[in-house]
């Protein structure tokens, strides 16, 4: 008997089979990793990552620098930052709540916080490997991944995205 959901799956539009692609990237990932994340902590932790690159933190310095300190943003800021000191209690990265960047905090990868992200990467490839995905289907998804990156891209700097 086939599964139930074939049929709804088989008319959803694109938008509603992406969600379903990632959630299932990330549902296979929070499974099998050897320590318990939350999705936006798996992103946050990619994020860190990001943010060590001396091309993201010359930018996020910049912004920081042009924005206006009003209540909101220090809000933001403490929002933020309750974030990371999650994944730093885990002993995933480590916080520096006074350096010498320009920045208010700055957060970098601790070894274990590599191993993790070098897990969350063999994992992403073995559900790839699972669910099938071919080196065409790679050059599909990096068209369209490219054609729509502008979309998020644009967003974050319209509105000096630093955190």
Same mark, same amino acid.
């Given at each position: 008997?086939?599964h139930? +959901? %074939?049929?709804a799956?088989? #008319?959803? *539009?694109?938008?509603s089979?992406?969600?379903?692609?990632?959630?299932?990237?990330?549902?296979?990932?929070r499974? &099998?990793?050897?320590? +318990?994340?939350?999705?936006? /902590?798996?992103?946050?932790?990619?994020?860190?990552?990001?943010?060590?690159?001396?091309? +993201?933190?010359?930018?996020?310095?910049?912004?920081?620098?042009?924005?206006?300190?009003? *209540?909101?943003? &220090?809000?933001?800021?403490?929002?933020?930052?309750?974030? $990371?000191? %999650?994944? /730093?209690?885990?002993?995933?990265?480590e916080? =520096?709540e &006074?350096?010498? #960047?320009?920045?208010a $905090? *700055?957060?970098?990868?601790?070894? =274990?916080?590599?191993?993790?992200? @070098?897990?969350?990467?063999?994992?992403?490839? @073995?559900? /790839?490997?699972?669910?099938?995905?071919? @080196?065409? =289907?790679?050059?599909?998804?990096?068209?369209?991944?490219? =054609?729509?990156?502008?979309?998020?891209? !644009?967003?974050?700097k !319209?509105?000096?995205?630093?955190?």
């Open positions: 008997m086939a139930p +959901h %074939k049929k799956i088989e #008319n959803m *539009d694109s938008a089979l992406i969600g379903i692609i990632e959630e299932s990237k990330i549902t296979y990932v499974e &099998n990793l050897s320590i +318990h994340l939350h999705e936006s /902590q798996l992103k946050l932790l990619k994020q860190v990552k990001k943010h060590e690159k001396p091309h +993201h933190k010359r930018i996020r310095v910049k912004q920081y620098e042009k924005s206006e300190k009003t *209540d909101l943003f &220090n809000l933001h800021l403490k929002l933020y930052l309750k974030k $990371y000191k %999650k994944l /730093q209690a885990k002993g995933l990265i916080i =520096d &006074n350096p010498d #960047n320009g920045l $905090y *700055d957060c970098r990868l601790t070894e =274990d916080g590599l191993a993790i992200l @070098d897990e969350i990467a063999s994992l992403e490839s @073995d559900w /790839q490997k699972i669910v099938g995905i071919t @080196d065409g =289907d790679k050059e599909v998804l990096r068209k369209l991944a490219l =054609d729509s990156f502008e979309i998020s891209y !644009k967003h974050k !319209k509105l000096g995205f630093i955190f």
